[in-house]
């Protein structure tokens, strides 16, 4: 029995001390405990008894509910708060209090006796903020290229909206081209070639070849200075992005600020140099004020777009048009109609006269004769041509119409369209043997290092399948299905999922392959980067206060 006197008296008095009554209980719930002044009683939280105060964390369970025993394993099923201050508070089961065992959830040690555990909070703490802040800095500069994704899927909407229009009238117009040509093809087929080759002698037809050549010429100019202007701007952005403004060149800084002036860039200084354009302002016009053009003059639209239809016109077709409107017979003419005048009686002796006198009319000039079947292909080929671009117009305008519907399609581009301007990026990653290409929202390859067979891994199928996940949520994102790859020997096709967290670059990380032909890629890309909750708050006034 001594040997055991010895030890109780040799262990700390701390070591017996009761719990303090609040020990363990929430912040939320520590104006609950305070005893009942009157009668030094306590109501348990249920409100179904009433004990002594002392009753509070002695280790005894009295209350149903368990809600006297905050700091102790006595009740089952509890939850024990560990302060941990100068870090984040949190629970943990109460039947781990009093156990023997440090928790890492209670850096403070207070699920222990005094002295058991080391209070690490401060440490743990400090450890834990600075990884925070790393991470909130990655999240924000991440949500700032995401803000330029958005705003380019906003502005590739405008961009096809207008396209759609366009074309919408350009195919009225072409309509009605094609309904002209049909009509010219038709009628040529009474034309002889000579005749054709006649007709193109005329000075109109020669005038109007000489005026197809010079827009010919013309646009072969305007398209070397446009490849030029647009190879001088890639030189100019360059700059713009790459130079010290701290340098002080002011030929540099002069050259920086006309370009930016000239093709209304904002101006850009050392936070922008590494971010994404941003979009533009509600305030700034979208497009710089153009000269006004004079009446039948040609926009910067209709150049670009429609001057390949124009020079590739067929003017022969176009001639003989013009032709048969000059030359063709006046509606009621009285040598065709004639028989409608004439008594019935002498109708047969006129139909026997009318051929002789119209092929002396012909032989004379005074009307266009019949030379008999003509080479009609050229019109035939002319309408062919334009029926088919008015065909090749329909189909791309059902295009441009479906993309528009897809930008903020919640199951494809994202609600807010951050994943449209990433449609057919590609990222590589090199793991020795092999480079694997993943070209988002299209297909995974596998390319070998040291010659040998490219493997298609898998076409894309959808983001996150499961059902626990709904399309929006930041978890759907975060996951990308490819499949039906090429088969492997003697086995199945290859799958590919490819799994996305929040990073200021598009990259990919690892590649396993998990079982034979199933593979798994890691990788980041700033559309997957929100801003921090904590800055929307401190946006509202609101102040978050984690510690």
Same mark, same amino acid.
């Given at each position: 029995m001594v040997p055991w006197a010895l030890l109780l008296c040799s262990l700390p008095l701390s070591a017996f001390s009761k719990p303090t009554k609040t020990l363990g209980?929430?912040?939320?719930?520590?104006?609950?405990?305070?005893?009942?002044?009157? #009668?030094?009683?306590?109501?348990?939280? &249920?409100?179904?008894?009433?004990?002594?105060?002392?009753?509070?964390?002695?280790?005894?369970?009295?209350?149903?509910?368990?809600?006297?025993?905050?700091?102790?394993?006595?009740?089952?099923?509890?939850?024990?708060?560990?302060?941990?201050?100068?870090?984040?508070?949190?629970?943990?089961?109460?039947?781990?209090?009093?156990?023997?065992?440090?928790?890492?959830?209670?850096?403070?040690?207070?699920?222990?006796?005094?002295?058991?555990?080391?209070?690490?909070?401060?440490?743990?703490?400090?450890?834990?903020?600075?990884?925070?802040?790393?991470?909130?800095?990655?999240?924000?500069?991440?949500?700032?290229?995401?803000?330029?994704?958005?705003?380019?899927?906003?502005?590739?909407? /405008?961009?096809?909206?207008?396209?759609?229009?366009r074309l919408a009238e350009e195919i009225k117009a072409k309509e009605k081209e094609v309904d002209r040509l049909q009509d010219i093809a038709e009628r040529t087929e009474?034309?002889?070639?000579?005749?054709?080759?006649?007709?193109?002698?005329?000075?109109?037809?020669?005038?109007?070849?000489?005026?197809?050549?010079?827009?010919?010429?013309?646009?072969?100019?305007?398209?070397?200075?446009?490849?030029?202007?647009?190879?001088?701007?890639?030189?100019? &952005?360059?700059?713009? #992005?790459?130079?010290?403004?701290?340098?002080?060149?002011?030929?540099?800084?002069?050259?920086?600020?006309?370009?930016?002036?000239?093709?209304?860039?904002?101006?850009?200084?050392d936070v922008g140099k590494d971010s994404e354009a941003e979009k533009p302002s509600e305030n700034e016009s979208d497009e710089e004020e153009e000269e006004a053009l004079?009446?039948?003059?040609?926009?910067?639209?209709?150049?670009?777009?429609?001057?390949?239809?124009?020079?590739?016109?067929?003017?022969?077709?176009?001639?003989?048009?013009?032709?048969?409107?000059?030359?063709?017979?006046?509606?009621?003419?009285?040598?065709?109609?004639?028989?409608?005048?004439?008594?019935?009686?002498?109708?047969?002796?006129?139909?026997?006269?009318?051929?002789?006198?119209?092929?002396?009319?012909?032989?004379?000039?005074?009307?266009?004769?019949?030379?008999?079947?003509?080479?009609?292909?050229?019109?035939?080929?002319?309408?062919?041509?334009?029926?088919?671009?008015?065909?090749?117009?329909?189909?791309?305008?059902?295009?441009?119409?479906?993309?528009?519907?897809?930008?903020?399609?919640?199951?494809?581009?994202?609600?807010?369209?951050?994943?449209?301007?990433?449609?057919?990026?590609?990222?590589?990653? &090199?793991?020795? &043997?092999?480079?694997?290409?993943?070209?988002?929202?299209?297909?995974?390859?596998?390319?070998?290092?040291?010659?040998?067979?490219?493997?298609?891994?898998?076409?894309?199928?959808?983001?996150?399948?499961?059902?626990?996940?709904?399309?929006?949520?930041?978890?759907?994102?975060? /996951?990308?299905?490819?499949?039906?790859? #090429?088969?492997?020997?003697?086995?199945?096709?290859?799958?590919?999922?490819?799994?996305?967290?929040?990073?200021?670059?598009?990259?990919?990380? #690892?590649?396993?392959?998990?079982?034979?032909?199933?593979?798994?890629?890691?990788?980041?890309?700033?559309?997957?980067?929100?801003?921090?909750?904590?800055?929307?708050?401190?946006?509202?006034?609101?102040?978050?206060?984690?510690?």
């Open positions: 209980v929430s912040p939320n719930l520590l104006s609950k405990y305070v005893p009942i002044a009157k #009668t030094n009683t306590w109501k348990c939280l &249920d409100g179904s008894k009433e004990i002594p105060w002392d009753f509070v964390n002695d280790d005894s369970c009295d209350c149903p509910d368990g809600s006297d025993e905050p700091g102790t394993s006595a009740c089952p099923n509890n939850k024990f708060y560990c302060q941990n201050e100068g870090h984040i508070g949190e629970f943990i089961s109460s039947s781990r209090v009093n156990d023997g065992l440090c928790e890492t959830q209670c850096c403070d040690g207070s699920d222990e006796q005094p002295g058991v555990c080391p209070n690490l909070c401060k440490e743990i703490g400090e450890e834990y903020r600075k990884k925070r802040d790393a991470e909130l800095k990655l999240q924000r500069a991440g949500a700032k290229v995401r803000s330029g994704y958005i705003a380019f899927a906003h502005q590739e909407k /405008k961009r096809l909206q207008g396209e759609v229009e009474s034309l002889s070639q000579a005749a054709l080759e006649h007709k193109k002698e005329s000075p109109l037809y020669k005038s109007l070849i000489i005026h197809n050549n010079a827009l010919k010429s013309l646009q072969r100019e305007h398209k070397k200075h446009l490849e030029r202007e647009k190879a001088l701007g890639q030189i100019l &952005d360059a700059l713009r #992005t790459g130079y010290n403004p701290n340098y002080q060149d002011m030929a540099v800084l002069e050259a920086v600020r006309g370009w930016e002036e000239l093709a209304k860039l904002p101006h850009i200084n004079e009446e039948g003059m040609w926009d910067a639209g209709q150049l670009e777009h429609q001057l390949d239809g124009l020079i590739s016109t067929d003017y022969l077709s176009l001639l003989l048009e013009h032709e048969e409107y000059i030359n063709g017979p006046q509606e009621g003419s009285i040598l065709f109609e004639l028989a409608a005048y004439l008594p019935d009686s002498f109708i047969p002796v006129y139909e026997d006269v009318k051929d002789t006198l119209v092929s002396w009319l012909q032989k004379f000039g005074i009307v266009r004769g019949d030379d008999g079947a003509a080479d009609s292909s050229r019109a035939q080929q002319a309408y062919n041509d334009a029926k088919n671009e008015l065909d090749r117009m329909r189909t791309e305008l059902d295009t441009k119409e479906n993309d528009i519907k897809e930008i903020f399609n919640i199951n494809g581009f994202g609600a807010k369209g951050e994943w449209k301007k990433l449609d057919g990026t590609c990222l590589e990653k &090199d793991t020795g &043997d092999y480079t694997y290409e993943v070209c988002l929202f299209n297909e995974v390859k596998q390319k070998p290092n040291n010659g040998g067979t490219t493997f298609s891994l898998g076409k894309f199928e959808s983001w996150n399948p499961s059902s626990d996940v709904q399309p929006g949520q930041p978890e759907f994102y975060q /996951k990308q299905v490819y499949k039906h790859g #090429t088969r492997c020997w003697n086995g199945p096709e290859r799958n590919v999922v490819l799994r996305l967290s929040c990073g200021v670059e598009n990259a990919l990380l #690892t590649v396993q392959e998990l079982e034979k032909c199933e593979y798994e890629i890691t990788g980041t890309s700033p559309a997957l980067c929100l801003p921090p909750e904590e800055d929307k708050k401190n946006g509202n006034g609101k102040k978050k206060d984690e510690l």
